[in-house]
């Protein structure tokens, strides 16, 4: 199980951080993601961070605005979001493992996803 919280309402160049809580698998032994889904929009990948931290990997119009961590002794996953752009508002899904296709990361999937937090940011 995942559990999401940190989302809320905030100005455009805000910050918000959001927490995934995971149950009922191993975290330490999976890849993690973040994925996140506008009004209207499909899925969109926006960050993955590998097993141990030991690779982080962003799409590129978060690149230098979100950071990913992991704590691992805590089962959870965060994404740090600094300047925060309209553009960004979305429902903000974790999700369990990877998707690695054609050299890119890729949403793993909503079998995968918790149930999601909103983020709405305003100009």
């Known amino acids: 199980q995942l559990v999401e919280s940190g989302g809320g309402m905030v100005e455009s160049g805000g910050s918000l951080r959001l927490s995934c809580k995971a149950s009922?698998?191993?975290?330490?032994?999976?890849?993690m993601t973040w994925v996140r889904q506008a009004p209207g929009k499909g899925p969109e990948w926006v960050s993955t961070?590998?097993?141990?931290?030991?690779?982080?990997h962003y799409t590129e119009s978060v690149k230098g605005r979100f950071t990913i961590s992991r704590d691992d002794a805590k089962n959870t996953l965060y994404l740090q979001m600094n300047s925060l752009k309209p553009e960004d508002t979305a429902l903000y899904h974790c999700?369990?493992?990877?998707?690695?296709?054609?050299?890119?990361?890729?949403?793993?999937?909503?079998?995968?996803w918790g149930q999601g937090t909103q983020v709405t940011v305003s100009s």
């Open positions: 999700a369990r493992g990877s998707s690695w296709i054609s050299g890119g990361y890729h949403d793993p999937g909503r079998d995968y």
């Open positions: 009922g698998f191993t975290f330490s032994r999976y890849d």
């Open positions: 961070i590998n097993i141990g931290a030991s690779g982080t």
